[in-house]
């Protein structure tokens, strides 16, 4: 992707330390060659205003801010120490200069710029936030649970700082209050991916597993979700975002809330103006298992992809998806064992080619695929329950037993399934009075706790061991 390539900065101005001593550090010296032509324009708009005001901290903070808004950190970090030595009292470019080298690894220096800047402005709850991530990356725990604190008294329902805290009071080994901070941010932010994984390894440490497995597999359900960063001073520098990077976060947002025509329609914009980028064709890819629209060009995307990136296992598994939809199981299964073949313990595709095995009526070899994808993520409950039902269904109830019992401490959406499944493997077996006595718990469970359309099907399975009774 053209946005990607890097700016030349002058060695002079690197050489400069950011200080109250010496000259004031120059603009950057840029080249702009192979940046997308919009991000091209705001820069050289932005570095035509700071040349034009050599005395202006603002001219030179606004050129940052351009610079950071579209990931070139190296040239941002040095306008902004231009800006400050202009301008010494703002907040804002003490801000960004810490974010900027936070985003750089360079902690300690972030560290710095963060204190700088909260001696101007010292109740700002997310610089502070940071403030606590840095000194967590430091390991300096004590100081890094004061910064979380200091958020907490502000806002106690902070679900960021709870789990700051948290993650200090565990790397502290005091598993106890980090499980109680996880489990507020939790409830704080009920879909924090991060927060439940932290929940689940604390509880494990104090030998809470049943609630262990259900948060870990709730963990894995939000994985990519995580309270909204609500920075007002850092917003203004996101809103200046512009190029094809900016469109490619604003489509992975539209997929996140469901909206994916949207999401198609913006990135077949981003693909006439760049035909050739690679995130946006498997995009493209992902989207089309959605937008049956998109059929039409899928069989185009798929060969650009391949010619581009031959080596890519994603591209594959999103073709192959995308074949099952359409009944084309043949090519499904072509694609998703080479998916399979450059990344052998990535779940996906073996959960995919399960499922199209299952349609060829090839169980076993369902089976083993499922198995595979089990192997890489133990805890993918709608797997398990494909793997469990097509056991019992080909007479393998028996090899399922051992795996459902343990499960049934799980308390889930699927809780009351596991255990008609448990009743359906005994059933296979000959064991009627445990079939009986499982099926009849998940027909108490379902009562009180739903799904309410599997009411039927138990007091179905119930009849018909009745009149099995000799």
Request: charged share 25%.
């Amino acid at each position: 992707m053209k946005r990607g390539a890097a700016p030349t900065v002058s060695i002079l101005a690197s050489l400069f330390l950011w200080s109250c001593a010496g000259p004031v550090p120059p603009l950057p010296t840029l080249s702009v060659e192979g940046l997308d032509a919009d991000v091209r324009d705001a820069v050289l708009a932005a570095q035509k205003q700071a040349v034009e005001s050599p005395s202006s901290g603002q001219a030179s903070g606004r050129l940052g801010m351009v610079l950071q808004a579209n990931s070139l950190n190296q040239p941002a970090l040095l306008s902004y120490q231009r800006a400050i030595r202009l301008d010494p009292k703002e907040f804002s470019w003490r801000y960004y200069s810490a974010v900027v080298l936070q985003q750089m690894s360079q902690p300690e220096k972030a560290l710095d710029a963060l204190t700088g800047a909260l001696r101007i402005r010292s109740g700002y709850a997310p610089a502070i936030l940071r403030q606590g991530d840095v000194l967590f990356q430091l390991a300096r725990f004590k100081d890094s649970a004061g910064a979380y604190e200091s958020v907490l008294a502000q806002s106690p329902g902070s679900a960021e700082a709870l789990y700051g805290l948290a993650r200090v009071k565990q790397a502290q080994q005091d598993m106890a209050a980090a499980e109680d901070l996880y489990r507020r941010a939790c409830q704080a932010y009920p879909t924090f991916g991060a927060a439940y994984y932290g929940l689940a390894t604390a509880g494990r440490s104090l030998g809470h597993e049943a609630d262990s497995a259900k948060n870990f597999e709730l963990a894995k359900r939000y994985k990519d979700d995580r309270p909204p960063l609500v920075d007002p001073e850092l917003k203004e520098v996101a809103d200046l975002s512009t190029g094809v990077f900016r469109r490619l976060e604003e489509s992975n947002q539209l997929a996140k809330q469901g909206k994916m025509e949207e999401a198609a329609k913006l990135n077949e914009d981003l693909l006439q103006k760049d035909p050739e980028n690679l995130s946006v064709l498997v995009n493209l890819l992902y989207l089309a298992r959605f937008v049956p629209r998109l059929d039409a060009q899928v069989e185009s995307l798929y060969a650009k992809v391949k010619r581009i990136d031959p080596q890519n296992p994603i591209a594959y598994t999103y073709y192959g998806v995308v074949m099952i939809r359409q009944g084309k199981n043949d090519a499904a299964a072509l694609a998703l064992r080479k998916a399979i073949e450059l990344k052998p313990d990535s779940a996906e595709p073996h959960k995919w080619l399960g499922e199209v095995l299952e349609r060829q009526n090839r169980p076993a070899e369902a089976i083993a695929q499922y198995q595979h994808a089990l192997a890489a993520e133990p805890s993918d409950a709608p797997v398990q329950m494909k793997l469990w039902w097509i056991l019992i269904t080909h007479d393998r109830g028996r090899e399922a037993i051992p795996q459902l019992l343990p499960a049934l401490q799980i308390d889930d959406s699927f809780s009351s399934m596991r255990l008609v499944l448990l009743g359906e493997a005994y059933r296979t077996t000959g064991e009627l009075g445990k079939s009986r006595q499982y099926l009849e718990m998940a027909r108490d469970r379902v009562r009180s706790k739903g799904p309410p359309d599997l009411l039927a099907q138990i007091e179905q399975e119930l009849k018909e061991l009745a009149a099995l009774r000799p």
